[in-house]
């Protein structure tokens, strides 16, 4: 098939789990011998190639805003793809239900991945809230077929508009890297920090996992991966912490993240918006004991496989917890490590996909 994915910031991912996901899926899919296109951003993406393992690479223009960034380049995106007459499309985000509309006009079958309830993120005001809102619903009309990645998503569709989705979630390589090139960069060693990945917005509560890693007495870091591009005032805030055991490292990729998740003592998700999170099931294929935030979402991902906590005072609790039994962060850690294998494997993700995408192509009944 001729395929196209569209609605993120592009590949090599360098931002978040969309990113992610279109690259892992996209690389598997062209490994199986479909034609594979990404669009990606021309503020985001410095992958000077048109072909990355495989997978054909769009750049297109962008207006750079928090606003206005997502919407216009799906516009571009869909246009630019009517000519190269796609068999099927992905479209990423809630945000760009209204622009599946294009390709539908023209005969190509659309599936669109609405994500998480992204209305429900602090980062937005009334305008933006209300814009997802009404993008949910458009949602539900437009496109061939709605994918959410959690059951929890799914079932808010079903109860809120009576629409009904394809459930697939997002996938884990379950397996680990042996070299410590980025730790040695950061100076820290294997099994001597914690660590929190995700981008640095309020409602993914990092200002809460530092105030409770500041209640833990232990020698042990805390490493906090990611960055955010619209929440400058929220960053600084969270770096005029007095605590030199956290380290903020910025957004990190590729070889480096996986090193990063493969050696750490513990992973904490405190992340309380959206469905299936790329970071937290790829830190149970890499092993982790994981902390999560207590919410629907990660007890679906995480089942009896970790710990919860509902604030920090709970979370510094929980981590002590780990500290003071090395053997219980052992066993759930091999726990997860099952439980991503069994529930979130890539290949198998890539299969829900494919199938998918044929059923659309063929006009099958989904």
């Known amino acids: 098939m001729k395929l196209a994915i569209l609605g993120t910031r592009g590949i090599p991912a360098n931002y978040g789990g969309f990113e992610t996901f279109a690259e892992e899926l996209s690389v598997r899919l062209a ?196 960055d955010a591009p619209y929440a400058r005032a929220y960053i600084e805030r969270l770096k005029s912490t007095r605590d030199p055991r956290i380290r903020f490292t910025g957004a990190i990729y590729g070889a480096g993240y996986r090193e990063l998740q493969s050696h750490a003592y513990a992973y904490i998700q405190a992340t309380e918006v959206g469905g299936t999170h790329p970071a937290l099931i790829e830190a149970m294929g890499a092993k982790n004991c994981v902390i999560a935030k207590d919410t629907p979402e990660h007890h679906e991902v995480v089942g009896d496989c970790g710990l919860f906590f509902c604030d920090s005072r709970d979370l510094a609790q929980k981590i002590q917890l780990t500290l003071a039994d090395e053997a219980l962060a052992e066993r759930l850690g091999l726990k997860a490590w099952e439980r991503a294998k069994n529930c979130y494997s890539w290949d198998a993700i890539t299969e829900a996909y494919e199938k998918l995408f044929q059923q659309l192509v063929n006009g099958s009944p989904l």
């Open 31 to 226: 490994a199986r011998g479909h034609d594979v296109s990404v669009y990606g951003r021309s503020n985001n993406i410095r992958y000077r190639e048109k072909i990355f393992k495989g997978v054909k690479i769009a750049i297109l223009p962008t207006i750079g805003t928090k606003h206005l960034d997502t919407v216009v380049h799906t516009l571009l995106s869909v246009c630019h793809a009517l000519p190269r007459r796609f068999d099927c499309i992905l479209v990423c985000n809630a945000a760009n239900a209204l622009f599946t509309i294009v390709p539908r006009l023209f005969g190509t079958p659309v599936a669109l991945n609405v994500d998480g309830i992204e209305r429900l993120r602090k980062k937005w005001g009334l305008a933006g809230r209300t814009y997802y809102h009404i993008s949910e619903y458009l949602s539900t009309l437009i496109p061939n077929v709605v994918i959410t990645d959690a059951a929890v998503i799914r079932d808010y569709y079903w109860k809120t508009y009576q629409k009904r989705s394809v459930m697939i979630a997002y996938g884990s390589s379950c397996d680990r890297s042996e070299t410590t090139a980025a730790l040695d960069q950061l100076g820290v060693r294997p099994r001597d920090y914690f660590l929190y990945v995700s981008r640095l917005e309020p409602e993914n509560n990092a200002h809460l996992v530092v105030d409770a890693f500041e209640r833990v007495e232990t020698p042990k870091k805390l490493l906090i991966v990611g």
